[in-house]
C-alpha cells in the first residue's frame, strides 16, 4: 500500500479478509509512526510498545498484529517519500500480488498535492516494474545465448 488513508485500518481487516493466511502487507508513506500508531488505535490496533525497527526507517509489528488482524496478515510499515522510485524499489513490488495506491489525509493538505503524488507514485511503481521484466529478460537471453 502507497499512502496512509485516515480509514487504514478498516482496509487491513477487509484485505486480511481477502488474503491468504499468513501473508504480508507494506505500508509506504511520509506519514510518521506516532500518527500512525494513533490512527492505527481509533480502529482497535493499540501497536504502543509493539514495534520493532528495522533498517531504512521501516517498522513491523510481527507478534501484536497476528493478534490484531484474524488472519494473521503482519504490516511491515515503511516510511518515507511515496513517490520516490528508490523508496519503492525497497518494497517488494516485484513480488507483490497488487499494488494499492491512496491519497494520505495530511492537514494543510490539498487535493492537487495528493493527486500528484498518487500520479508519481503510479509511474514510479510502473518504473521499477518495468525494470524488473527488462532484467528478467536479459538474464533469460544471456542464459539461452550460453
Do not use: W
Amino acid at each position: 500500500m502507497i499512502g496512509f488513508p485516515s480509514d487504514v485500518g478498516e482496509m487491513l481487516y477487509c484485505l486480511d479478509m481477502c488474503l491468504p493466511k499468513g501473508s504480508a502487507v507494506h505500508i509506504l508513506a511520509k506519514t510518521t509512526l506516532k500518527t500512525r500508531t494513533a490512527v492505527m488505535r481509533q480502529h482497535g490496533m493499540d501497536l504502543s510498545n509493539e514495534i520493532v525497527k528495522l533498517a531504512n526507517n521501516t517498522f513491523v509489528i510481527p507478534d501484536v498484529q497476528k493478534r490484531l488482524l484474524p488472519n494473521g496478515t503482519v504490516v511491515h510499515h515503511h516510511i518515507g517519500p511515496p513517490e520516490s522510485k528508490a523508496r519503492l524499489a525497497a518494497l517488494p513490488v516485484t513480488k507483490s500480488n497488487a499494488v494499492i495506491i491512496m491519497a494520505t489525509d495530511e492537514e494543510g493538505s490539498r487535493s492537487l498535492e495528493s493527486d500528484s503524488s498518487c500520479i508519481t507514485s503510479t509511474m514510479n511503481v510502473h518504473r521499477v516494474v518495468r525494470a524488473d521484466i527488462d532484467f528478467m529478460r536479459r538474464r533469460r537471453r544471456r542464459m539461452e545465448e550460453r
